[in-house]
């Protein structure tokens, strides 16, 4: 929930200084319906009471269809960054078995459970790339008590540059569209 949290600050976050994020929320997005679907199946793999094996392979699913998406809209600004995170943790939770292996510290300063049926991110007894798991923590008893990884870290940034990019002072007048064509003079 905190990266969430901190990637709708991230939105918003042009807004607060007065700007409008038109870049983003006025952009010609490919085919969005696959990020809202990576979520939704997120979703399922964190909420829905399913065998083990099904929950990790729906889990790396996700990140498959978030990158695609990705993908999709290379050329908005941050996006490369969005995908650098969503790549690092979705190498680090298919080659760990569908999930993101977690420090014993962070998970304790964060004040986890550590006996969840299925997490997306959990201490594993002999994580592949450990590093780039949950290695932070956003400590209890602060709001939104979590662990997160260099891979969120990335995801947040991007998504603040997606806002920022092609941002413009609220009241300004839009841009007027490039011609592609240089014009001749009139003789």
Aim: net charge positive; glycine share 8%.
């Amino acid at each position: 929930m905190l990266v969430v949290a901190l990637c709708a600050l991230g939105v918003i976050s042009p807004i607060l200084a007065w700007r409008w994020p038109a870049g983003l929320l006025l952009g010609k997005w490919r085919l969005p319906i696959l990020i809202w679907a990576a979520l939704a199946l997120q979703v399922v793999a964190l909420e829905v009471a399913m065998p083990h094996a099904l929950a990790a392979t729906l889990h790396v699913l996700t990140y498959a269809v978030a990158f695609a998406f990705l993908w999709m809209n290379r050329r908005v600004g941050g996006v490369w960054i969005v995908a650098a995170g969503a790549i690092s943790n979705g190498v680090v939770i298919a080659l760990n078995g569908g999930t993101l292996p977690a420090s014993a510290w962070a998970v304790k300063a964060a004040g986890l459970d550590g006996d969840l049926a299925f997490a997306n991110s959990a201490v594993l007894d002999h994580p592949v790339l450990p590093w780039l798991g949950d290695v932070f923590a956003w400590p209890a008893p602060l709001p939104l008590a979590n662990t997160f990884s260099v891979g969120d870290v990335l995801i947040v940034v991007g998504v603040f540059v997606a806002a920022w990019a092609g941002s413009r002072r609220l009241g300004a007048p839009r841009p007027l569209p490039q011609s592609t064509s240089a014009s001749a003079p009139d003789n």
